[in-house]
């Protein structure tokens, strides 16, 4: 089993920045694709960005393209999202979610039904 756990949620003006970390513990040998996930108030749970394990693979929402960053650092099993440029619409809880190997298609890292282990979630509220 793999643990996930999100931080770095909180309250930020738009325009700001915020860093969200996912750290997974437990069956850490795993190689393990992450994927970032948001659920804003009322909205379904929709796709944000994920990262292969060797970070080769990076895959952006449109929505957040330009403005996210995704990153990791295997040794620290953590994997990070970088927010700038926040907006209102960004508000959300904030989900991390993980898959032990590489999905059959790069087209699938968009997709909740490949994995495995989720986090708790997050808030993030972007308002002045």
């Known amino acids: 089993q793999v643990q996930l756990v999100e931080s770095g949620g909180g309250l930020v003006q738009p325009g700001g920045s915020l860093r969200l970390s996912c750290a997974a513990s437990?069956?850490?040998?795993?190689?393990?694709?992450v994927g970032w996930f948001r659920q804003a108030p009322g909205k379904e749970r929709v796709f944000v960005t994920a990262?292969?394990?060797?970070?080769?693979?990076?895959k952006y929402a449109d929505s957040v393209k330009g403005r996210f960053t995704i990153s990791r650092d295997n040794s620290k099993n953590a994997v990070y999202l970088q927010m700038n440029s926040l907006k209102p619409e960004d508000t959300a809880v904030y989900y991390c979610?993980?898959?032990?190997?590489?999905?059959?298609?790069?087209?699938?890292?968009?997709?909740?039904?490949?994995?495995?282990?989720w986090g708790q979630g997050t808030q993030v509220t972007v308002s002045s």
């Open positions: 979610a993980a898959v032990d190997g590489e999905p059959n298609y790069a087209s699938d890292y968009v997709e909740e039904r490949i994995y495995d282990f």
């Open positions: 437990g069956r850490t040998s795993s190689r393990l694709a």
């Open positions: 990262i292969s394990w060797t970070g080769n693979t990076k």
